[in-house]
């Protein structure tokens, strides 16, 4: 069973930081594509932070400067350093893993976590 779990989500005050960790579980996740996404009330998910199997990194253009995306895959976990955090950051982050080298296999082996909330306030 494929699980991905997030932590690290809480209440900062603007300019603060904090970081997400996402670990994963019943997957190969070195192998995997593993990013983090946002989705603010009202708003659509979107993306936040991307980074391969390979560390290709790539970042939405609101946190790019800002966010950090990492991984160790000798731990299964996946981390987002979030800094000069912003009221507009403020949204229900999910941990993405995606394999494949098709959209059939990317549609078959993506699996998102349940999300954690990050509040950033004024």
């Known amino acids: 069973q494929v699980q991905l779990v997030e932590s690290g989500g809480g209440l900062v005050q603007t300019g603060g930081s904090l970081r997400l960790s996402c670990a994963a579980s019943?997957?190969?996740?070195?192998?995997?594509?593993m990013g983090w996404y946002r989705q603010a009330p009202g708003k659509q998910r979107e993306l936040v932070a991307r980074?391969?199997?390979?560390?290709?990194?790539n970042y939405g253009d609101s946190v790019r400067g800002r966010f950090t995306i990492s991984r160790d895959n000798a731990e299964n976990t996946v981390y987002l350093q979030m800094n000069s955090l912003q009221p507009e950051d403020t949204a229900v982050y999910y941990c993405n893993g995606v394999y494949g080298e098709s959209d059939y296999a990317r549609n078959k082996y993506n699996y998102w976590g349940r999300g954690t909330q990050v509040t950033v306030s004024s």
């Open positions: 980074i391969s199997k390979d560390d290709k990194t």
């Open positions: 019943g997957i190969v996740f070195s192998i995997y594509t």
